[in-house]
């Protein structure tokens, strides 16, 4: 069993609400009750197939296959095609298929660069007359949740969980280096002091070297600035934020704290990750990966908040992932009837538990908390705390943000391999950024 969440976490209450019986909502067949919808073969016992894409490791595979197999137990006539890669592949996998008009029926989606990037092509479909018709029902989601999946006036997503970010950590190897868990109140200069400890006592990295997709948006929050400027067409920030940053990485791992940037191009998945096989103390990450990091429960893994001072700026609570349905499938509203199923069908809850996050319908939160393991129980306390001590996640990322992240990708890389100066790199950077959101 593993040791109980960090003393100041707090008991859940994730905004919840009196249970009114949402184990049910999917039972029934599909009906064309959308606007651009097929009737498809749910009414006349025809079977259909309806491809399901998504990223992920092994242990989502496995978990999303469950569901599937659970849904068509009650819908025979609907078989489910599922296709799934790493997300590094993911994105680029779907924008061939858009090329050659063969999109998934359902496409998994993330917050920010991919829902812009396929929204701006008009490749997927506005899933609001679902909604309206309840199909998809909603009415236990926070409205500010759900909103995250709107564009352009068009709700183009739905929202399948919520996490935040968080630093994983492992309570064994810290009380074997002499540490305590780290406190609510920590800074970066606990961080680092905190992995350089665990580097010196024990041999191992202290820490996971921090990732560029997430970490710098953070830190830059953190100070009371955002990424990109209000009105998106500047960066919002001063660029010796960006460099502070950078200086935490490269002393990590000039420390031997951290690994180098080349060991962590040879990682492989989740299984590898250093934190994953305890050669590593710390790994900063989303808290829906605190699943797959350890093993399904096998590494006694905990949730911190980041570093701070002012954390509170820095933290927010974000939709994990989207269901989508594609502009070009023929089969929308049975499409529909199956995200309604992932999100509102406790049976499948209780496959997924938090996996891909904290679900989003509080009928859903309050029916399964009993249920739960102490790896997911921890999860769900550590979204509590953080509802608690965060701030609103900034507006969705610019329609050029792909471009932006990977020149984001290409600096960091010069930096850490140590060809720019943080200074040089948060110069170049800007330059390259503010040249594409013009």
Known sequence: MMKRAAQWLVPAAV?????????????????NTASNSNTGASGSGQTITLRISWWGDQTRANLTQQVIDLYE????????????????????????????????????????????????????????????SKKIDVSKVD?????????????????????????????????????????????????????????????????????????????????????FSQDQKALGYDDQTLADYWQINLKLIKDGAAPTIDKIQQIQGLEQE??????????????????????????????????????????????????????????????????????????AAKILKTERGVPVSSDIREQLKPTLGALDQETFDYIDYVSKHSSPIDPDNPPKYSQINQTLKDVDQKVLFGKETPEQGAKEFREKAEALLK
Not at 16 to 27: E, I, R
Not at 204 to 219: H, K, N, Q, V, W
Not at 309 to 334: C, N, R, V, W
């Open 15 to 31: 905004a919840l609400v009196a249970v009114t019986g949402c184990g049910g909502g999917s039972g029934g067949t599909a009906q």
């Open 73 to 132: 137990k009650s819908h025979p006539n609907i078989k489910i095609q599922p296709e799934f890669t790493g997300y590094s592949g993911y994105q680029q996998k779907l924008t061939t298929e858009a090329a050659g008009n063969n999109l998934p029926d359902i496409m998994q989606m993330n917050y920010g660069p991919m829902i812009s990037q396929f929204s701006s092509q008009g490749l997927l479909d506005d899933l609001k007359p679902y909604i309206d």
């Open 143 to 227: 409205p500010q949740l759900l909103g995250t999946g709107v564009i352009n006036g068009q709700q183009l997503g739905i929202p399948l969980a919520e996490n935040a970010l968080a630093v994983l950590y492992n309570p064994d190897l810290l009380q074997k280096a002499g540490l305590s868990d780290p406190k609510p109140d920590w800074t970066w200069d606990d961080f680092i002091q905190m992995a350089e400890t665990v580097h010196q006592k024990l041999g191992i990295y202290g820490a996971r070297t921090l990732d560029y997709t997430f970490t710098p948006e953070y830190y830059i929050r953190q100070h009371g600035q955002h990424l």
């Open 274 to 347: 250093p934190l994953a096989q305890q050669k590593a103390a710390f790994d900063l990450r989303w808290s829906n990966q605190l699943t797959a990091l350890s093993g399904s429960g096998k590494l006694p893994l905990k949730l911190a908040p980041l570093p701070g001072p002012d954390a509170d700026k820095g933290m927010y609570l974000k939709p994990s992932m989207f269901f989508s349905i594609s502009k070009t499938s023929q089969h929308k509203a049975e499409a529909a009837d199956f995200i309604n199923f992932f999100i509102n069908n406790l049976d």
